[in-house]
Each structure stands twice: as C-alpha cells, then as structure tokens.
C-alpha cells in the first residue's frame, strides 16, 4: 500500500507497451482451475516491485539507467539484483501469493467481511482520483487496483487469522502468545505534570520552587503508594487527576519493543522502564527549568494488559472520583501481535502452499510486460 501514494512517476508511451503486448488472451495473468487474475493485478505488483527497488537505489535521479543498478532487499538473505530483475521477480513473488490466498481462502470456507471490505474500498477509490492517469496509463484498471488495495489485503487478514485462529492449522496459544510479548516488549503506563508557567507577557517560564518540591513530592508519594501495594496505579492516577483539578484521564499507556530506536518515549522513561519490576513504579524528571517534566511511570504485570487476547482492543475504564480512568492496553489486538510474531513465516507458508498448486501463467500477455515502461524519459535517455 505505501507505493501507492508514490504513483507520481511520468507514464513513458504506457498505452503503446499494452498494445503490443501480443495477441490471444489478454484478460489474465495468473490462474488456477479456481481463481483468475487480471493482467492489470499482476501490472500493478510490478509497479510496486519497481517502486520498492528503486528505493534501494542512492541517488536514483544521478543514474544514467536505474533499471540496471543492483539493489540488495532489506531481508537477510534477500539476492542482490538489477532493478529490472527486482520488479519481475517482485511482481512473480505478489501475484503468486494472491493466487495462495485466494486458493486458502476457498479452501477454509470463508467469507468476505463486508463491513471492512467496505471501508477498504472507500479508502481505494479515495486514493484512486489522485493516481487514476497513471494507473490507466500503465493498464491498471480500477477493478484490477481496487481489487489489489482493498480486497485482497482483506482477504489476507481473513486467512492470516483462520491460520492462526483455533480452528487454523497453526493455532497460537495464549502461553506462547505471553511468552512472545514478555521477551520482545516492556509494557507502559504513565502521567506527567509539565512544569511550565506563563508570565504576564505570555512567555513560557518555570513554575516556582515551591510548586517543584510540590510536584516532586506529590510523584514520589505515587510511586511509593504503588511499590509498597497500598494502592493501583489508577488509584493513583485518578488522585492525581483530582489533586490537579483535571476533568480528563491524564493517563498514556501502551508497549513498546525491548529494541524500538523509535519509539515516542523519551530516553529517560525508556531507561527506567527496562530498569523496573512488573507492578513496580518509578518518578522520572526531564529537562531543567520550564521544560522540566515529572513521569510517575509504571510497568503493568502481564495479566494487566491482556486486551490483545481478545480480537478486540480493551476499551475498558475505571471510575475513580469523577474521572474514568482508562484500563491499561498493549496498543495491539491478538492478530496484530501474532503478525508481528508470524508474518514472515505466514509468507513462507504461502509461498510452500502456492508451490503445491497448479498455476498457470499466461506468458503470451506477461512477455509484453517490461519495467522500462515505469521509467521516466526525463531520468532515463536525456543523461
């Protein structure tokens, strides 16, 4: 999905590649005796899998013929190719997955969800004004790109989770399930007070000594509340949220990789996080004078953050005094958890089912299919 909001690049004689594509049967690419698929799917994997090799490419603008420029894939044992060679094997490696999902999805008995279907191909059609010129300038049909932007990627969701699901061949447990998040993600839960004032001219000051050893003291009886078990977190959240006349739940709560550089954290919460003991609690300061921050952050107990057992996130809240205090949440529902873990072997999978089929390529049609027709003339024949 995220090549297609690159779909920016000139269209180089588009119509006159299909035209000359050959004759017979132009209307598939790839089938079996049970799903075809159109030409325009398989031409829109190979524009993907040019626009992805191309953003292996430093300084793609400086080239003087980026289809011959070897590029290396970001998986580790990926083949370093020419990007020409990259977009037929990526186009190949895409459609045979749809045709593996298709096949599975008949195979398990299912149904597509309307209702998310729906909501794909509003989003499709959305993305379809904007890249519609460029699309049909290489072929693609609305019905052949919706199809590869909302339908599929549905399909796909519907059969990773079956796959998975209790009646799936490769049902993950709720044990392996904890035992996946505790070793690769530190669970969160934390509020802050900013200690920023504004003076008479508007301008962002300290907020007093008095109202530091305040703040300070306040975070600290917090987290001793929580360590030495006389209260909850929320318990202590909803007293600060009271104590600081709040009408909202201050509260962030979430988790995080044990390795994510890019995590929204600061350093320092991140620090003592990896540093504490579940149901453990701690009080962080950042900054110095008006940007001083105080955390009072605490690191939930699995049975805590258990919505990503249910497909459903937790929405949950908790009453404390007059705010709702919102139940604390891994960010992830079970599938999304479980893609993390298994997306790359559902991959393999797919790609071991597909081998098992009878697919037919339509070779007629697809020999008239070639990357050159995704170059530019601008960046290719004038350097």
């Avoid at 460029?134 to 990627?153: K, P, Q, R, V």
């Avoid at 320092?268 to 300061?285: F, M, P, Q, R, Y």
Wanted: aromatic share 12%.
């Amino acid at each position: 999905m995220k090549n297609a909001k690159k779909l920016t690049a000139a269209v180089l004689a588009a119509a006159m590649a299909v035209a000359a594509s050959g004759c017979g049967d132009q209307s598939w690419s790839y089938k079996t005796d049970n799903t075809s698929l159109s030409t325009g799917t398989y031409l829109y994997n190979m524009l993907n899998g040019f626009y992805e090799a191309s953003d292996l490419v430093e300084s793609p603008d400086e080239v003087k013929d980026i289809l011959k420029v070897e590029v290396t894939g970001s998986d580790t044992d990926a083949e370093t190719k020419t990007v020409e060679q990259y977009t037929y094997d990526s186009a190949d490696e895409d459609t045979t997955r749809m045709i593996a999902i298709e096949e599975l999805f008949l195979k398990y008995g299912l149904t597509l969800d309307d209702t998310e279907d729906e909501a794909a191909r509003g989003y499709a059609s959305q993305v379809w004004t904007t890249a519609k010129k460029t699309l049909e300038g290489y072929g693609i049909s609305e019905e052949s790109f919706t199809y590869c932007y909302a339908d599929y990627n549905v399909k796909y969701g519907q059969v990773f989770e079956y796959h998975y699901g209790e009646k799936g061949d490769a049902y993950v447990d709720d044990d392996t399930l904890k035992s996946y998040f505790n070793d690769n993600y530190i669970g969160y839960a934390y509020f802050s007070a900013s200690m920023a004032d504004t003076d008479a001219e508007g301008n962002s000051v300290a907020k007093s000594d008095e109202e530091f050893a305040k703040t300070e003291d306040s975070f600290n009886s917090y987290a001793e509340s929580i360590n030495e078990g006389s209260k909850s977190y929320i318990d202590v959240a909803g007293e600060y949220a009271k104590d600081s006349e709040l009408t909202y739940d201050p509260t962030y709560s979430g988790s995080v990789k044990k390795d994510d550089e890019n995590t929204s954290l600061t350093a320092e919460v991140l620090d003592t996080l990896k540093n504490l003991d579940e149901g453990k609690a701690s009080v962080v300061k950042t900054g110095e004078d008006a940007t001083t921050m105080y955390y009072l952050v605490y690191k939930p107990k699995y049975s805590e953050i258990e919505d990503y057992l249910s497909t459903e996130t937790n929405t949950a809240t908790t009453k404390v005094g007059d705010i709702d205090i919102n139940s604390l949440k891994s960010g992830y529902s079970r599938f999304t958890l479980i893609n993390d873990m298994k997306g790359d072997d559902f991959k393999s999978f797919l790609k071991e089912y597909a081998g098992s089929l009878n697919i037919k390529k339509n070779e007629t049609a697809l020999k008239g299919y070639k990357p050159k027709m995704f170059v530019s003339k601008d960046s290719d024949s004038d350097k």
